[in-house]
Protein backbone atom coordinates (compact mmCIF):
# COMPACT_ATOMS: atom_id res chain seq x y z
CA UNK A 1 0.00 0.00 0.00
CA UNK A 2 3.06 2.12 0.76
CA UNK A 3 3.16 3.15 -3.07
CA UNK A 4 4.46 6.55 -2.67
CA UNK A 5 7.91 8.42 -3.29
CA UNK A 6 10.16 10.23 -1.07
CA UNK A 7 8.55 12.39 1.97
CA UNK A 8 9.67 15.84 0.05
CA UNK A 9 6.79 18.38 0.04
CA UNK A 10 5.12 18.69 -2.78
CA UNK A 11 6.55 21.20 -5.51
CA UNK A 12 5.36 24.20 -6.47
CA UNK A 13 6.63 28.07 -5.40
CA UNK A 14 3.50 29.50 -3.00
CA UNK A 15 3.51 27.87 0.43
CA UNK A 16 1.19 30.50 1.78
CA UNK A 17 -2.35 28.71 0.95
CA UNK A 18 -4.22 30.77 2.05
CA UNK A 19 -6.71 32.99 0.78
CA UNK A 20 -9.03 31.62 -1.89
CA UNK A 21 -6.00 29.75 -3.97
CA UNK A 22 -6.95 26.16 -3.96
CA UNK A 23 -10.50 26.43 -2.83
CA UNK A 24 -11.80 24.88 -6.12
CA UNK A 25 -9.28 22.29 -5.19
CA UNK A 26 -10.75 21.43 -2.04
CA UNK A 27 -14.68 21.93 -3.68
CA UNK A 28 -13.54 19.14 -5.83
CA UNK A 29 -12.41 16.63 -3.09
CA UNK A 30 -15.23 17.79 -0.69
CA UNK A 31 -18.03 16.94 -3.94
CA UNK A 32 -16.08 13.59 -4.36
CA UNK A 33 -16.41 12.59 -1.02
CA UNK A 34 -19.96 14.17 -0.71
CA UNK A 35 -21.68 12.09 -3.52
CA UNK A 36 -19.72 8.84 -2.62
CA UNK A 37 -21.00 8.77 1.00
CA UNK A 38 -24.32 9.91 -0.03
CA UNK A 39 -24.52 6.96 -3.21
CA UNK A 40 -23.42 4.68 -0.47
CA UNK A 41 -25.64 5.54 2.06
CA UNK A 42 -28.44 4.50 0.13
CA UNK A 43 -27.63 0.91 1.24
CA UNK A 44 -27.86 1.32 4.73
CA UNK A 45 -30.57 -0.97 6.18
CA UNK A 46 -30.59 -2.39 2.74
CA UNK A 47 -27.25 -4.50 2.90
CA UNK A 48 -26.87 -7.68 1.39
CA UNK A 49 -25.77 -9.15 5.34
CA UNK A 50 -26.25 -7.42 9.03
CA UNK A 51 -22.30 -6.87 9.32
CA UNK A 52 -22.08 -5.60 5.61
CA UNK A 53 -24.68 -3.10 6.13
CA UNK A 54 -23.20 -1.66 8.88
CA UNK A 55 -19.50 -1.41 7.48
CA UNK A 56 -20.55 0.07 4.34
CA UNK A 57 -22.60 2.68 6.60
CA UNK A 58 -19.15 3.22 8.17
CA UNK A 59 -17.18 4.16 5.50
CA UNK A 60 -20.01 6.33 4.14
CA UNK A 61 -20.10 8.32 7.48
CA UNK A 62 -16.18 8.49 6.68
CA UNK A 63 -16.65 10.28 3.11
CA UNK A 64 -19.69 12.29 4.53
CA UNK A 65 -16.86 13.57 7.86
CA UNK A 66 -13.93 13.94 5.03
CA UNK A 67 -15.68 16.53 3.38
CA UNK A 68 -16.98 18.16 6.23
CA UNK A 69 -13.82 18.85 7.40
CA UNK A 70 -13.24 20.11 3.04
CA UNK A 71 -16.58 22.53 3.01
CA UNK A 72 -15.77 24.18 5.98
CA UNK A 73 -11.92 24.92 5.19
CA UNK A 74 -13.24 25.66 1.92
CA UNK A 75 -15.69 28.01 3.43
CA UNK A 76 -13.74 29.81 6.03
CA UNK A 77 -11.36 30.39 3.23
CA UNK A 78 -14.43 31.79 0.87
CA UNK A 79 -15.93 33.79 3.33
CA UNK A 80 -18.78 35.96 2.58
CA UNK A 81 -21.29 33.51 4.53
CA UNK A 82 -20.63 30.58 2.99
CA UNK A 83 -20.71 27.33 4.75
CA UNK A 84 -20.30 23.60 4.96
CA UNK A 85 -23.95 23.24 5.12
CA UNK A 86 -24.49 26.22 1.92
CA UNK A 87 -21.73 24.43 -0.06
CA UNK A 88 -23.25 20.95 0.29
CA UNK A 89 -26.76 22.12 -0.28
CA UNK A 90 -26.99 24.66 -1.94
CA UNK A 91 -25.52 24.54 -4.47
CA UNK A 92 -26.56 22.57 -7.95
CA UNK A 93 -24.97 20.14 -10.05
CA UNK A 94 -23.47 22.06 -12.53
CA UNK A 95 -21.53 23.21 -9.57
CA UNK A 96 -20.40 19.92 -8.55
CA UNK A 97 -16.81 18.76 -9.19
CA UNK A 98 -16.96 15.15 -8.27
CA UNK A 99 -15.76 12.51 -10.56
CA UNK A 100 -18.57 10.77 -12.62
CA UNK A 101 -17.86 7.00 -11.45
CA UNK A 102 -19.09 8.43 -7.80
CA UNK A 103 -22.20 9.69 -8.79
CA UNK A 104 -23.24 6.12 -10.51
CA UNK A 105 -26.29 4.14 -9.14
CA UNK A 106 -25.35 0.89 -7.91
CA UNK A 107 -26.02 -0.81 -11.15
CA UNK A 108 -24.62 -2.09 -14.34
CA UNK A 109 -25.48 0.52 -17.47
CA UNK A 110 -28.48 -1.22 -18.61
CA UNK A 111 -30.60 -2.06 -15.70
CA UNK A 112 -33.86 -0.03 -14.42
CA UNK A 113 -34.19 2.39 -11.45
CA UNK A 114 -35.96 -0.09 -8.57
CA UNK A 115 -33.96 0.04 -5.72
CA UNK A 116 -34.22 -3.81 -6.03
CA UNK A 117 -32.12 -3.57 -8.64
CA UNK A 118 -28.92 -2.86 -6.93
CA UNK A 119 -25.48 -4.66 -7.23
CA UNK A 120 -23.13 -4.90 -4.35
CA UNK A 121 -20.47 -5.93 -7.07
CA UNK A 122 -21.17 -2.22 -8.54
CA UNK A 123 -20.39 -0.61 -5.27
CA UNK A 124 -17.66 -2.41 -4.05
CA UNK A 125 -15.89 -2.75 -7.26
CA UNK A 126 -15.97 1.66 -7.38
CA UNK A 127 -15.19 1.38 -3.96
CA UNK A 128 -11.72 -0.13 -4.71
CA UNK A 129 -11.43 1.98 -7.87
CA UNK A 130 -11.90 5.26 -6.00
CA UNK A 131 -10.35 3.63 -2.66
CA UNK A 132 -7.39 2.95 -4.50
CA UNK A 133 -7.32 6.74 -6.03
CA UNK A 134 -7.60 7.89 -2.30
CA UNK A 135 -5.06 6.01 -0.83
CA UNK A 136 -2.18 7.42 -3.41
CA UNK A 137 -3.82 11.31 -3.09
CA UNK A 138 -4.29 11.41 0.97
CA UNK A 139 -0.73 10.06 1.57
CA UNK A 140 0.49 12.93 -1.25
CA UNK A 141 -1.70 15.56 0.66
CA UNK A 142 -0.03 15.05 3.77
CA UNK A 143 2.76 16.66 2.24
CA UNK A 144 0.20 19.42 1.19
CA UNK A 145 1.70 23.00 1.44
CA UNK A 146 -1.76 23.86 2.56
CA UNK A 147 -1.10 22.61 6.47
CA UNK A 148 -4.80 22.85 6.94
CA UNK A 149 -5.51 20.34 3.92
CA UNK A 150 -2.70 18.42 5.85
CA UNK A 151 -4.47 17.84 8.77
CA UNK A 152 -7.54 16.36 6.82
CA UNK A 153 -5.05 14.26 4.43
CA UNK A 154 -3.54 12.41 7.61
CA UNK A 155 -6.58 11.63 8.49
CA UNK A 156 -8.66 10.69 5.80
CA UNK A 157 -5.03 8.46 4.78
CA UNK A 158 -6.57 6.26 7.55
CA UNK A 159 -9.63 6.03 6.55
CA UNK A 160 -8.88 5.23 2.86
CA UNK A 161 -6.38 2.66 3.98
CA UNK A 162 -9.42 0.58 5.60
CA UNK A 163 -11.80 1.52 2.60
CA UNK A 164 -9.22 0.15 0.32
CA UNK A 165 -8.71 -3.13 2.19
CA UNK A 166 -12.56 -3.58 2.57
CA UNK A 167 -13.38 -3.64 -1.12
CA UNK A 168 -9.96 -4.92 -2.23
CA UNK A 169 -11.42 -8.28 0.11
CA UNK A 170 -14.48 -8.21 -1.38
CA UNK A 171 -13.41 -7.89 -4.93
CA UNK A 172 -11.33 -11.17 -4.45
CA UNK A 173 -14.39 -12.60 -2.51
CA UNK A 174 -16.87 -11.97 -5.54
CA UNK A 175 -14.30 -12.03 -8.40
CA UNK A 176 -12.69 -15.68 -6.95
CA UNK A 177 -16.25 -16.37 -5.82
CA UNK A 178 -18.82 -18.77 -7.67
CA UNK A 179 -19.80 -18.77 -11.68
CA UNK A 180 -22.49 -15.75 -10.85
CA UNK A 181 -20.92 -13.80 -7.94
CA UNK A 182 -17.19 -13.75 -10.90
CA UNK A 183 -19.52 -12.91 -13.50
CA UNK A 184 -21.55 -9.89 -11.90
CA UNK A 185 -17.99 -9.05 -10.26
CA UNK A 186 -16.57 -8.34 -13.78
CA UNK A 187 -19.66 -6.86 -15.66
CA UNK A 188 -19.14 -3.83 -12.82
CA UNK A 189 -15.48 -3.83 -13.43
CA UNK A 190 -16.25 -3.84 -17.37
CA UNK A 191 -18.96 -0.69 -16.96
CA UNK A 192 -16.94 1.19 -14.38
CA UNK A 193 -13.36 1.04 -15.90
CA UNK A 194 -14.09 3.41 -18.44
CA UNK A 195 -14.95 6.21 -15.67
CA UNK A 196 -11.55 5.85 -13.77
CA UNK A 197 -9.69 7.36 -17.39
CA UNK A 198 -10.80 11.02 -15.24
CA UNK A 199 -8.73 10.65 -12.90
CA UNK A 200 -6.23 11.23 -14.99
CA UNK A 201 -7.62 14.31 -16.81
CA UNK A 202 -5.84 17.68 -15.24
CA UNK A 203 -8.44 19.85 -14.45
CA UNK A 204 -7.80 23.96 -14.33
CA UNK A 205 -8.50 23.60 -10.03
CA UNK A 206 -6.14 20.41 -10.13
CA UNK A 207 -3.34 22.29 -12.40
CA UNK A 208 -3.57 25.38 -10.11
CA UNK A 209 -3.32 23.55 -6.80
CA UNK A 210 -0.25 21.47 -8.14
CA UNK A 211 1.44 24.96 -9.28
CA UNK A 212 1.20 26.36 -6.18
CA UNK A 213 2.40 23.69 -3.61
CA UNK A 214 -1.42 22.53 -2.79
CA UNK A 215 -2.10 19.68 -4.62
CA UNK A 216 -1.18 16.93 -6.04
CA UNK A 217 -0.54 15.88 -9.70
CA UNK A 218 -2.92 12.93 -10.25
CA UNK A 219 -1.32 11.85 -13.20
CA UNK A 220 2.13 11.01 -11.42
CA UNK A 221 -0.26 8.45 -8.84
CA UNK A 222 -1.20 6.77 -12.54
CA UNK A 223 1.58 3.76 -12.46
CA UNK A 224 0.65 3.33 -8.32
CA UNK A 225 -3.05 2.84 -8.70
CA UNK A 226 -2.17 0.81 -11.91
CA UNK A 227 -0.31 -1.72 -9.70
CA UNK A 228 -2.86 -2.09 -6.83
CA UNK A 229 -5.62 -2.43 -8.94
CA UNK A 230 -4.06 -5.35 -11.43
CA UNK A 231 -3.03 -6.96 -8.39
CA UNK A 232 -6.09 -6.94 -6.39
CA UNK A 233 -7.79 -8.14 -10.25
CA UNK A 234 -5.12 -10.70 -10.42
CA UNK A 235 -5.87 -11.87 -7.06
CA UNK A 236 -9.43 -12.39 -7.41
CA UNK A 237 -9.24 -13.88 -11.42
CA UNK A 238 -10.88 -10.55 -12.70
CA UNK A 239 -9.84 -8.81 -16.40
CA UNK A 240 -8.71 -5.38 -17.01
CA UNK A 241 -10.96 -4.33 -20.27
CA UNK A 242 -9.19 -2.32 -22.68
CA UNK A 243 -10.42 1.48 -22.26
CA UNK A 244 -11.17 3.91 -25.40
CA UNK A 245 -13.28 6.51 -26.41
CA UNK A 246 -15.17 9.38 -24.29
CA UNK A 247 -13.58 10.36 -20.67
CA UNK A 248 -16.16 11.40 -18.21
CA UNK A 249 -15.47 15.11 -16.66
CA UNK A 250 -17.60 15.39 -13.91
CA UNK A 251 -14.76 17.19 -12.17
CA UNK A 252 -15.27 19.58 -14.54
CA UNK A 253 -18.91 20.05 -13.92
CA UNK A 254 -20.56 18.26 -16.93
CA UNK A 255 -21.96 15.50 -14.97
CA UNK A 256 -24.15 12.21 -15.92
CA UNK A 257 -28.04 12.58 -15.59
CA UNK A 258 -27.64 10.73 -12.38
CA UNK A 259 -26.20 13.42 -10.02
CA UNK A 260 -29.51 15.21 -10.71
CA UNK A 261 -31.01 12.75 -8.78
CA UNK A 262 -28.53 12.51 -6.20
CA UNK A 263 -28.29 15.61 -5.16
CA UNK A 264 -32.66 16.00 -5.17
CA UNK A 265 -33.02 13.46 -2.26
CA UNK A 266 -29.70 15.01 -0.91
CA UNK A 267 -30.33 18.64 -0.66
CA UNK A 268 -34.46 18.74 -0.75
CA UNK A 269 -34.70 18.77 3.20
CA UNK A 270 -31.87 21.52 4.03
CA UNK A 271 -33.81 23.56 0.66
CA UNK A 272 -37.52 22.82 1.70
CA UNK A 273 -36.30 23.67 5.28
CA UNK A 274 -33.40 26.01 4.85
CA UNK A 275 -31.26 26.71 8.45
CA UNK A 276 -33.36 24.36 10.39
CA UNK A 277 -31.72 22.46 13.04
CA UNK A 278 -32.71 18.81 14.01
CA UNK B 1 -14.24 -21.67 -8.06
CA UNK B 2 -14.12 -25.59 -7.09
CA UNK B 3 -15.48 -25.19 -3.37
CA UNK B 4 -19.33 -24.64 -2.99
CA UNK B 5 -20.38 -21.48 -1.93
CA UNK B 6 -21.89 -22.02 2.05
CA UNK B 7 -25.49 -21.30 2.23
CA UNK B 8 -24.78 -19.79 5.95
CA UNK B 9 -21.46 -18.19 6.86
CA UNK B 10 -20.65 -19.74 10.51
CA UNK B 11 -20.77 -18.08 13.69
CA UNK B 12 -17.78 -16.46 15.14
CA UNK B 13 -17.46 -15.24 18.58
CA UNK B 14 -15.88 -11.89 19.22
CA UNK B 15 -13.37 -10.59 22.16
CA UNK B 16 -12.78 -7.38 22.44
CA UNK B 17 -9.88 -5.35 24.62
CA UNK B 18 -10.33 -2.05 25.63
CA UNK B 19 -8.17 0.61 25.60
CA UNK B 20 -8.30 0.00 29.70
CA UNK B 21 -8.69 -3.11 29.55
CA UNK B 22 -6.38 -5.76 30.54
CA UNK B 23 -7.89 -8.84 28.46
CA UNK B 24 -10.55 -9.21 26.25
CA UNK B 25 -13.77 -9.49 26.45
CA UNK B 26 -16.74 -11.14 24.87
CA UNK B 27 -19.34 -8.96 23.02
CA UNK B 28 -21.26 -10.65 20.90
CA UNK B 29 -20.99 -12.68 17.77
CA UNK B 30 -21.37 -12.13 13.98
CA UNK B 31 -21.57 -14.64 10.96
CA UNK B 32 -18.50 -14.32 8.24
CA UNK B 33 -17.32 -16.58 5.73
CA UNK B 34 -13.71 -16.96 7.34
CA UNK B 35 -11.31 -15.45 10.12
CA UNK B 36 -10.16 -13.14 8.06
CA UNK B 37 -13.79 -11.31 7.57
CA UNK B 38 -14.60 -12.08 10.91
CA UNK B 39 -11.82 -9.49 12.09
CA UNK B 40 -13.17 -7.58 9.46
CA UNK B 41 -16.49 -7.51 10.78
CA UNK B 42 -16.14 -7.36 13.99
CA UNK B 43 -13.91 -4.05 13.56
CA UNK B 44 -17.26 -2.21 12.38
CA UNK B 45 -19.48 -4.14 14.34
CA UNK B 46 -17.71 -3.97 17.81
CA UNK B 47 -15.83 -0.85 17.81
CA UNK B 48 -17.22 1.88 15.98
CA UNK B 49 -17.59 3.58 19.71
CA UNK B 50 -13.65 3.38 20.29
CA UNK B 51 -14.50 0.11 22.53
CA UNK B 52 -11.22 -1.34 21.49
CA UNK B 53 -7.67 -1.65 20.99
CA UNK B 54 -7.13 -5.31 19.81
CA UNK B 55 -10.00 -8.18 18.68
CA UNK B 56 -10.01 -11.69 18.80
CA UNK B 57 -12.92 -13.84 16.93
CA UNK B 58 -13.23 -17.58 17.61
CA UNK B 59 -15.51 -20.19 15.45
CA UNK B 60 -18.26 -20.46 17.71
CA UNK B 61 -18.27 -24.28 16.55
CA UNK B 62 -14.56 -24.72 18.64
CA UNK B 63 -16.35 -23.38 22.17
CA UNK B 64 -16.84 -25.95 24.13
CA UNK B 65 -20.23 -24.69 26.46
CA UNK B 66 -21.07 -26.49 30.34
CA UNK B 67 -24.43 -27.99 30.22
CA UNK B 68 -27.10 -25.28 31.84
CA UNK B 69 -29.01 -28.72 33.06
CA UNK B 70 -25.81 -29.42 35.09
CA UNK B 71 -25.87 -26.42 36.91
CA UNK B 72 -26.58 -27.59 40.13
CA UNK B 73 -23.84 -30.12 40.27
CA UNK B 74 -21.12 -27.71 38.69
CA UNK B 75 -21.82 -24.66 41.03
CA UNK B 76 -24.17 -25.18 43.89
CA UNK B 77 -21.63 -26.70 45.62
CA UNK B 78 -19.44 -23.68 46.07
CA UNK B 79 -22.30 -21.76 47.59
CA UNK B 80 -21.77 -22.80 51.41
CA UNK B 81 -18.27 -22.20 50.90
CA UNK B 82 -17.39 -18.34 51.70
CA UNK B 83 -14.12 -19.18 53.44
CA UNK B 84 -12.96 -19.26 49.65
CA UNK B 85 -13.11 -15.67 49.38
CA UNK B 86 -10.07 -14.00 50.92
CA UNK B 87 -12.20 -12.00 53.27
CA UNK B 88 -11.11 -13.61 56.43
CA UNK B 89 -8.05 -12.38 56.84
CA UNK B 90 -6.44 -8.87 57.96
CA UNK B 91 -4.76 -7.19 54.89
CA UNK B 92 -1.00 -5.62 56.13
CA UNK B 93 -0.98 -1.95 55.62
CA UNK B 94 2.22 -2.08 53.30
CA UNK B 95 -0.34 -4.53 50.75
CA UNK B 96 -1.85 -1.37 49.51
CA UNK B 97 -5.16 -1.47 47.46
CA UNK B 98 -6.35 -5.14 46.41
Not at chain 1, 131 to 149: E, K
Not at chain 1, 229 to 238: I, S
Request: aromatic letters at 8%; a negative charge.
Amino acid sequence: MNATQASAPLGGSAPNAAGSVGVAYLLHLADNAVVLGQRNAEWCGHGPILEEDIALANVSLDHIGQARLLYQLAAARMGGGASEDSLAYFRDETAFRNYTLLELPHHGPLVGYAASDRDYAVTIVRNFFYGALMVLVWDALTRSADTDLAAIAAKSLKEARYHLHHAADWVVRLGDGTDESHARAQAAVDHLFRYTEEFWLPSPAETEAVASGIGVEVASLRAAWDALVDETLAEATLSRPAVRGYVPEGKLGRHSEHLGYLLGEMQGLARAHPGATW
Amino acid sequence: MNTPALKEWPLWEVFVRSKQGLEHKHCGSLHAADAAQALHMARDVYTRRQEGVSIWVVPSAAITASNPDDKGELFDPAADKIYRHPTFYAIPDEVGHM
